[in-house]
Each structure stands twice: as C-alpha cells, then as structure tokens.
C-alpha cells in the first residue's frame, strides 16, 4: 500500500482504525529519557535556519572585510 491506496483500501484501513481506537491506548513517554526525547521534537527544523543565517552573516563579515582591504 501507501501513496496508491485505492478508495477501498482506504476504507478498510479507515474502518480497521476506527475499530481499533489507538488515541484511547496512547499514553506517550513514560521513562524520564523518552521524556526528555519527546520534550525535543519540536527542535528538530531550527538547525536549518539558523545554519542559514550564519551562512548568510559569515558572507556579509567577507564582504565588509574585502571592502576594508
């Protein structure tokens, strides 16, 4: 399956999930490290911008010293 799913397979997954109510068995992190994992999910995308950011500082820093030069 996956991104070709027809309607049907849809269906039976849908009703197979709505059977099943995994949201009512969910109870997330229980250990102090799983905890702490999960506290940093939301971490995970902002190494990319700020990468980009000093990229972009680190280029102005060359310009201004060629300019000086």
Do not use: F, H
């Amino acid at each position: 399956m996956g991104k070709n799913w027809s309607p049907e397979a849809r269906e039976r997954m849908r009703l197979l999930i709505l059977e099943r109510r995994p949201w009512e068995k969910s109870t997330g992190p229980r250990s102090v490290e799983g905890k702490a994992k999960a506290s940093r999910n939301a971490y995970r995308g902002a190494l990319r911008p700020a990468a980009r950011d000093l990229v972009r500082q680190i280029g102005r820093c060359e310009s201004l010293i060629k300019s000086i030069r």
